[in-house]
């Protein structure tokens, strides 16, 4: 069994399978918040969430959503892979989300580079692929 990671160009990005990291609500407008943690850290957290509660504060940023991120975000299931996720919002949207793949790789990467999701393939070992 390999234990090196697959670098960069090894990687299909169309393969990956995104998995939420954050809990989100729907606003009454239909659009997405995702719930983002104020304080990471277990120390942090277990200190001053439970004085944000007391305080009525809440201990989460909400990350509003607009509605192509909002889809995109439902679409989101440990299961579909990028490119079922894009063939669902262009399904959906149309003319009006293309360039299709351009635009969900973008949204997914930004989301991957700010801890808002994961991807499954890229946290296992190189040959448990498809197992």
Do not use: C
Not at 78 to 86: A, C, L, M, R
Request: proline share 5%; net charge positive.
């Amino acid at each position: 069994m390999k234990l090196i990671k697959q670098t960069k160009s090894d990687i299909n990005y169309l393969e990956l399978t995104p998995i939420r990291n954050y809990d989100h609500v729907v606003e009454e407008s239909g659009l997405i918040s995702v719930l983002v943690p104020k304080f990471t850290e277990k120390i942090s957290a277990g200190i001053l969430n439970p004085l944000l509660i007391r305080l009525r504060r809440t201990p989460f940023f909400k990350a509003k959503l607009d509605e192509f991120g909002s889809e995109t975000w439902l679409e989101i299931n440990g299961e579909k892979n990028v490119e079922e996720i894009s063939k669902k919002l262009e399904i959906k949207f149309g003319e009006k989300i293309n360039p299709v793949v351009e635009r969900t790789t973008k949204f997914l990467s930004n989301l991957h580079k700010y801890n808002f999701i994961t991807f499954k393939e890229l946290n296992m070992p190189v040959g448990k692929k498809g197992e």
